[in-house]
């Protein structure tokens, strides 16, 4: 049997993906709206 476990943050707020983040240009600095910390 398979549990789907999701990443939420602290508040309960689903993340839909960790894998891709969004930059400031090609080779820019991580836009701070993309950060997530999971719990």
Excluded: F, S, W, Y
Aim: aromatic share 0%.
């Amino acid at each position: 049997m398979e549990t789907n476990k999701k990443l939420t943050t602290a508040t309960g707020t689903p993340i839909p993906d960790n894998q891709n983040i969004q930059t400031a240009g090609p080779r820019g600095h991580v836009l701070l709206q993309d950060l997530h910390n999971p719990d």
